[in-house]
C-alpha cells in the first residue's frame, strides 16, 4: 500500500512491518527493504559538511537468500523494521524438498522448505522464523 500525502506518493507499508528512523537501528538488528528481510551487518555514519544532513550506510543480510547488499540513506529517514517470528516445532514427514511440520504451542500444521546443511528426521525437533510472510528452518534439534 503506497500512502500519498496531497496526491504524491510519502512511503510504502508493508504489512507486518514497522517504521522507524535509521538513527535507531543498531547491528544484529533487522530491517525490511524492497520486499526482503535483512540482518544488519554493519552500520556506519558521516557527517557531511555545514549544510547536509548526516548519511547512514547499512550492510545487509538477507534473512532468506543469504545474498549481501547494501542500503544508504539519510540517518532521518524511515525504514521499515519487520516483525519476526521464531518457534519450535515437531517434523511429521519429509516430502521432498519440503519439511511438514506441526507447531509446539499452536498444533497447527507448517510446510517448511528444506535447509542445507541441517540434519532433520521425521519425529526430530526443529526451529523456525517467519519474516514478511516467508519461513524458514534456523535450525535442528
Known amino acids: 500500500m503506497i500512502r500519498e500525502h496531497f496526491g504524491v506518493p510519502v512511503g510504502i507499508v508493508v504489512a507486518g512491518t514497522e ?8 547491528v544484529g538488528r533487522y ?11 554493519k552500520i556506519s555514519k558521516s ?3 555545514k549544510h547536509g544532513s548526516a548519511k547512514a550506510r547499512l550492510d545487509l543480510e538477507d534473512l ?3 545474498s549481501k547488499r547494501s542500503h544508504v ?23 521432498g524438498a519440503d519439511v511438514h511440520a506441526m507447531d509446539a504451542k499452536t ?15 521425521s519425529g ?3 526451529m523456525w522464523m517467519e519474516a514478511l510472510g516467508r519461513f524458514r528452518i534456523i535450525r535442528d534439534h
Open 124 to 126: 526430530g525437533e526443529i
Open 64 to 66: 532468506f537468500t543469504g
Open 107 to 121: 498444533f497447527e500444521m507448517m510446510v517448511l522448505p528444506m535447509e542445507d546443511g541441517l540434519n532433520i528426521e
Open 73 to 95: 540513506g539519510t540517518v532521518t529517514d524511515k525504514i521499515s523494521i519487520p516483525i519476526i517470528e521464531k518457534g519450535s516445532a515437531t517434523v511429521t514427514h519429509i516430502q
Open 31 to 41: 530491517c525490511a527493504v524492497d520486499d526482503s528481510a535483512y540482518k544488519i551487518l
Open 47 to 49: 557527517k557531511p559538511g
Open 19 to 26: 517504521k522507524v528512523e535509521i538513527r535507531t537501528l543498531k
